[in-house]
């Protein structure tokens, strides 16, 4: 008996450690773990009302409700602003500011569609509030990831209520997106695991903040080293529509309805931003060439490619392309204005496309996007068709807008890492970003043209729409003019926040 009570305390000792630890981790994803128990609860709430109450009626209590979710599971963050940093459920999650930032910014864009939607007046199926939970659940759990393992399988998450989301307009255009989604996303997914398998037999572990990491990959091979890092960013790149993980933008983009291409737009790189930064950090410095390479392609062909676009969801899809180009620009840089310079890049680029998707859909409510629809209505629509012009020129880098403060910022960190390592190849990215810079002019000018230089092709239609409608569009104008001449309301808060 003594020798069995001996032999059994260690693990009754280890288990109570455990507990301790599980308890302590899930008390650190208090958001995370009210969305999922939201999750079935709309779900059960959505089978109880199809019984007892009409469409409509269902629509809108589904509808309030959801808000509602939103609007608590983004307090649910903020409550965790401040809170000491540290790990979640041993290395698979870490929860600190920077974190809680990035998650703001998930929600934000979830809060941002549903009104979207609600202000245009879709029709979708009740189903899209809880496909559109699901993926901040899994973003939101990506925003934490600190391990392989945890990264997979919250992007799997957020992929599949993708590809969901996409094939629930009941056209054959958006059938056929949703397709050539699911197969690209399904590769690229293959391709990551693959590319997990092959740092795991390297390094022995999973982990981004395991030393043996970086230093298991620095003694490998440099062509062993590349291929298996470039293989695991196959997902990361995917979600950010960088090359050659690209092709499915511009179709997804045309075939998808324009609230639901808003949030795929944005809230995703957001999150993988993150998971970028943490990683690159972690991993060995001799990958950020290929970082600027895939960076400095990804710009040339997004830009190069919207100049023959006919329409604008696809003309924006070619810009998220060579924007999320940019981003990486802030990262390769390495150094703490580098990776500032990204985030704050990100929150202004979720600000503007957010609002030039929304806008484009206002003057145009649910339509296909034609740019040469477009044609003058920016004499009907006077004040959302100058806020929409100030948003195309804010995303193509130009003063008084926050587009130019951000662009300023990366090019700022870009040169800033030129002067003190002296790579050349850092220089040809920061002239090669430039240039596109000012191709981009090209394409982005091409709406505010048609808005107000062209005649309208028919008499359009002039929509009325509710006071909120003009509150929204005014606070997108003073926040796209503030943070261009007072950056520092977001810089001095992103500065307080460590990687």
């Not at 998808?256 to 950090?281: H, N």
Request: proline content about 5%; hydrophobic content about 60%.
């Amino acid at each position: 008996m003594r020798t069995f009570v001996k032999k059994i305390v260690p693990p009754v000792l280890y288990l109570n450690e455990q507990l301790i630890h599980i308890g302590q981790s899930l008390a650190g994803i208090v958001p995370e773990l009210f969305l999922a128990l939201f999750l079935l609860i709309y779900l059960i709430a959505e089978l109880l009302l199809h019984r007892y109450v009409n469409k409509d009626i269902m629509g809108r209590i589904l509808f309030i409700t959801t808000l509602a979710g939103a609007v608590l599971a983004l307090g649910f963050v903020l409550g965790q602003w401040g809170e000491t940093p540290g790990f979640r459920f041993h290395s698979m999650l870490f929860l600190d500011n920077i974190a809680v930032f990035f998650k703001l910014l998930v929600i934000g864009a979830w809060i941002f569609t549903l009104l979207h939607i609600r202000i245009v007046d879709y029709d979708f199926p009740t189903e899209l509030n809880a496909l559109l939970i699901a993926a901040t659940l899994g973003l939101c759990l990506l925003c934490m990831a600190t391990h392989w393992l945890s990264v997979y399988i919250a992007l799997e998450l957020v992929s599949v209520s993708s590809y969901l989301l996409v094939a629930l307009s009941p056209s054959k255009k958006a059938a056929e997106g949703s397709l050539k989604y699911l197969l690209f996303g399904a590769i690229s997914s293959a391709i990551m695991l693959y590319g997990i398998s092959l740092i795991y037999g390297l390094t022995g572990t999973l982990d981004f903040t395991d030393p043996a990491m970086r230093f298991e990959l620095a003694r490998k091979v440099p062509f062993v080293m590349y291929t298996a890092i470039f293989m695991t960013f196959g997902g990361i790149l995917f979600k950010l529509s960088l090359v050659p993980f690209h092709v499915w933008a511009p179709d997804v983009y045309e075939a998808t309805p324009t609230p639901l291409v808003s949030f795929l737009s944005v809230a995703p790189k957001a999150a993988v931003l993150l998971v970028l930064m943490r990683a690159v950090s972690a991993l060995p410095t001799e990958l950020l060439p290929l970082l600027g390479g895939i960076a400095l392609i990804s710009i040339i062909i997004g830009n190069v490619a919207a100049l023959w676009q006919q329409n604008a969801r696809r003309l924006l899809a070619y810009s998220s392309i060579a924007q999320a180009g940019y981003l990486i620009i802030g990262i390769v840089a390495f150094t703490a204005l580098g990776f500032e310079s990204a985030t704050f890049y990100m929150a202004a680029y979720l600000l503007l496309n957010m609002g030039a998707f929304l806008l484009i859909d206002l003057l145009r409510p649910r339509s296909q996007t034609i740019l040469s629809e477009y044609a003058g209505l920016g004499k009907k629509h006077i004040w959302i068709a100058s806020t929409l012009t100030l948003i195309m020129v804010a995303l193509a880098g130009l003063p008084p807008t926050v587009g130019f403060t951000a662009k300023w910022l990366v090019f700022s960190a870009l040169w800033d890492s030129y002067q003190a390592q002296g790579q050349p190849w850092l220089m040809w990215l920061l002239i090669v970003g430039i240039i596109n810079a000012a191709i981009s002019l090209a394409y982005y000018l091409r709406l505010p043209y048609l808005l107000f230089f062209k005649p309208a092709l028919s008499q359009p239609i002039k929509p009325r729409f509710p006071v909120t409608v003009n509150i929204i569009v005014g606070t997108l104008l003073a926040a796209i003019l503030l943070l261009f001449f007072k950056p520092e309301f977001l810089m001095v808060w992103i500065r307080t926040m460590s990687l």
